[in-house]
């Protein structure tokens, strides 16, 4: 690369977005599998689970997700336990949105209503059927629009990773801007990008909380 911004510097910026995604879909899935664990755990009836879990919670969420990132990266590389960058990445992004789903879960779980708990128990429900047929349902509802909302954090989060030299959009704007050193341009593609994917998530989230707050005036009325 060199000269002028030309197509092989747009479709470098255009694979770096595709890894960007990559990474995004990585740290959903991977933290949505834990954070559903920690958001069962933090309303087991055992105090010592409840406890770990709300531990785990505050310790990762009192921890900014860049010292989580260079910990996965250079701490454990120091230690004998070298991980890739793309691994380093994908584990921090994962134990990190793993403590802000597991609390988004938590507070939907709890905040279905309480004769719907107490009717499921007089069905001589067990928990897990209390939790499957009754309460989660209802829970996904809840907690859909603020999980889209967070998303778009996951999103821009992922940017950190250039940071471990995970070549993503971020890292990508940074390599095409140190050949053309027209850092204003690169800088405004590269948010022009964020922007384009982040957009569409924060309208959908808006247009989820307003069909659910219709749905709520709706039940009310009922």
């Not at 000269?3 to 694979?15: D, K």
């Not at 897990?128 to 999103?155: C, D, E, H, N, Y």
């Amino acid at each position: 690369m060199g000269g002028h911004l030309n197509i092989n510097h747009l479709l470098f910026l255009g694979h770096g977005a595709l890894w960007t995604v990559g990474l995004s879909l990585i740290a959903l899935i991977g933290g949505g599998i834990v954070g559903f664990v920690i958001a069962l755990a933090r309303i087991s009836p055992l105090r010592i689970v409840r406890l770990l879990s709300a531990a785990y919670v505050q310790l990762i969420q009192g921890t900014p997700l860049l010292v989580i990132l260079f910990l996965g990266y250079f701490g454990l590389a120091a230690i004998g336990l070298k991980m890739s960058p793309l691994a380093a990445a994908g584990a921090s992004l994962t134990l990190y949105v793993a403590a802000y789903l597991g609390e988004i879960w938590r507070g939907s779980i709890q905040s279905v209503p309480k004769p719907q708990w107490e009717a499921a128990e007089g069905l001589a429900l067990s928990r897990s059927q209390r939790m499957i047929k009754v309460i989660l349902p209802q829970a996904i509802r809840i907690a859909t629009p603020p999980t889209v909302g967070f998303m778009v954090q996951i999103i821009k989060n992922t940017s950190l990773a250039s940071v471990v030299g995970f070549v993503e959009l971020m890292r990508s704007g940074q390599i095409v801007n140190n050949s053309l050193f027209e850092p204003f341009v690169v800088y405004a593609i590269i948010a022009a990008i964020y922007f384009a994917m982040c957009y569409p998530l924060s309208l959908f989230s808006q247009k989820l909380e307003r069909r659910m707050g219709r749905g709520s005036a709706n039940f009310s009325l009922a």
